[in-house]
């Protein structure tokens, strides 16, 4: 199971934290993703991180503003975001599967999705 937090409304290149807690498995083992979703469109792959988190990826739109992270001993994932634009507002969720090779930003890859957070980025 998984259960993310941390959304909620800021303004245009505000900050917030996302948080996704694991449950009834250990990350570790496993592809941790963040995706995005907002009306009306097809949600997309945003950061994915190896197991134990030795190697992430980023989609480009997210690049040098977003970081994704872990904290193994908690079982828990962060995306930090900043730099916060209108275009980044979305229901969040995070996703994991087991490692098989690659961490891909490819919804279709993942297996376990939690219920999401939403963030709205407005002024």
């Known amino acids: 199971q998984l259960v993310e937090s941390g959304g909620g409304l800021v303004q245009p290149g505000g900050s917030l934290r996302l948080r996704c807690i694991g449950s009834?498995?250990?990350?570790?083992?496993?592809?941790i993703g963040w995706f995005r979703q907002a009306p009306g469109k097809e949600r997309e792959g945003v950061s994915s991180s190896k197991i134990r988190g030795t190697a992430t990826e980023y989609a480009e739109s997210v690049k040098g503003r977003f970081t994704i992270s872990r904290d193994s001993a908690k079982n828990t994932a962060f995306l930090q975001m900043s730099s916060l634009k209108h275009e980044d507002a979305a229901v969040y969720y995070c996703?994991?599967?087991?490692?098989?090779?690659?961490?891909?930003?490819?919804?279709?890859?993942?297996?376990?999705w939690g219920q999401g957070t939403q963030v709205t980025v407005s002024s």
């Open positions: 996703a994991a599967t087991p490692f098989d090779g690659r961490c891909s930003l490819d919804p279709s890859d993942y297996t376990s």
């Open positions: 009834g498995f250990h990350m570790d083992s496993y592809c």
